[in-house]
């Protein structure tokens, strides 16, 4: 049997499912679904490298052959054929280290730390409304503080979170175009605020209704559309709103609803789901929101995936509110201080804050569910039982 060049054009033509050496470590791998690939195995300093030349037909025998014999003659000079093959298509596309390039990758690279694997585009949208439009094209290790300044000084004040977290993730950028042997300056970032200067910019917090006004306003909901009903749960049970519009039915057993670990903020890296107590009135709420439910989602949006954030803001702007939904969970927490004895670490609880550090959360195996579960229905009571009319808070279209 010959050690090369075993296989013929015409085999490989109608070649069935499965492997075929052609010699020397080149195969050919031929799927169920008809495709075909060529492959080569090496060794390089005792160790097997495996590397994929193309597709049949796009590239033939006769120059899949040729070009297997040349990465052959790299291995055996004790270079390993990958690395050069990137390397060689790094120096061949000078693009591969622009900015826009190296923040793609850099993102791939973190996308397991992040929520939903980041396909929210949370992580990236700073970068790619402020900051690639102007700097995308320039190459990595070209970048300097200046150009960092000139493109986020016209945010810098006016915008002062989002030019924040541009500032922060160009900085793992830069870090990871480092990491990759690029000479990049790693102080540009830092060098930028310096020449930026602190910003004038002061935090707002988000407008939360006074919980002794909620009473009104969730009596106001009587409608049993999806978005009055998901206000209605998102009151009751103080969640942000991203896990309250993204409920799904099997998350709810009984009177507890269980959140996904990676659909909590702030809870980074937690491998535990978030236990929620339901009310009678949150429960009342979810049968009423049940034959709406579609896909599994318990507010779905008419045309796929569930209802926006926004659909529940504009609600209450055309209310002429100046509160927001994510203020109820200002309302909930200023309600357990002020009209309750719960200890601290319940209040914090009930709206899922982390607190203290990761030791001490260690040694206390508990998530408070129980005394949680009564504050929930005291809040609940509180919620339906509403005294007094309090007209300017509904206000008219």
């Known amino acids: ?15 069935p499912p499965g492997k075929y050496c052609d010699g020397a470590g080149l195969w050919l791998v031929v799927r169920d679904d008809g495709g075909s690939q060529w492959v080569l195995r090496v060794t390089v300093h005792g160790r097997r490298r495996e590397m994929g030349l193309g597709g049949y037909p796009g590239i033939g025998l006769a120059a899949v052959r ?23 298509e790094r120096a061949a596309r000078r693009e591969d280290i622009s900015l826009a390039v190296l923040t793609a990758d850099a993102f791939e690279a973190r996308k397991a730390e992040l929520k939903g694997d980041g396909k929210a585009g949370r992580w990236l949208s700073p ?15 070209d970048i300097d503080q200046r150009d960092i300044r000139d493109t986020l000084a016209p945010i810098w004040h006016e915008k002062a979170d989002t ?8 900085s793992i950028v830069m870090k990871h175009a480092a ?36 009473p009104d306003f969730y009596a106001s909901l009587e409608e049993p559309t ?10 009751l049970t103080g969640v942000r709103s991203g896990p309250l519009r993204n409920i799904r039915l099997e998350q709810i057993e009984g009177d507890v609803w269980t959140v996904p670990a990676e659909a909590m903020k702030g809870r980074k890296g937690a491998t535990e789901d978030f236990r929620m107590p ?30 926006s954030d926004m659909t529940l803001s504009r609600h209450m702007e055309r209310r002429g509110l100046e509160v927001r939904p994510h203020g109820f969970r200002s309302s909930l927490r200023t309600w357990i201080a002020e009209a309750t004895d719960a200890p601290h670490e319940v209040a914090e609880a009930m709206l899922a804050h982390v607190v203290d550090g990761g030791t ?23 919620v339906t039982g509403g005294a007094g009319q309090i007209l300017e808070l509904v206000g008219r279209e």
């Open 360 to 382: 001490v959360r260690a040694y206390r195996r508990t998530d408070f569910l129980e005394p949680r579960r009564k504050l929930a229905e005291r809040w609940a009571d509180h």
């Open 127 to 141: 970068l790619t409304l402020h900051v690639l439009p102007k700097l995308g094209k320039v190459p990595v290790t």
């Open 66 to 88: 040729d070009l297997a014999e040349r990465w052959r003659a790299m291995a055996k000079q004790g270079r390993d054929p990958v690395k050069e093959r990137e390397r060689e």
């Open 1 to 15: 049997m010959r050690a090369r060049n075993r296989l013929s054009p015409a085999f490989v033509k109608k070649a």
């Open 163 to 170: 030019a924040r977290k541009a500032m922060n993730r160009l």
């Open 278 to 307: 339901l009310s009678g009135e949150a429960l009342r709420i979810i049968d009423l929101a049940r034959p709406h439910a579609r896909n599994g989602y318990l507010f779905p949006n008419s045309r796929k995936g569930v209802i």
């Open 179 to 214: 990491a990759l042997g690029l000479d990049v300056d790693l102080q540009a970032t830092e060098k930028a605020k310096a020449l930026l200067g602190k910003s004038r910019h002061v935090a707002k917090n988000i407008p939360a209704m006074d919980w002794r006004n909620v």
């Open 226 to 235: 999806l978005t009055h009903l998901a206000l209605r749960l998102l009151i």
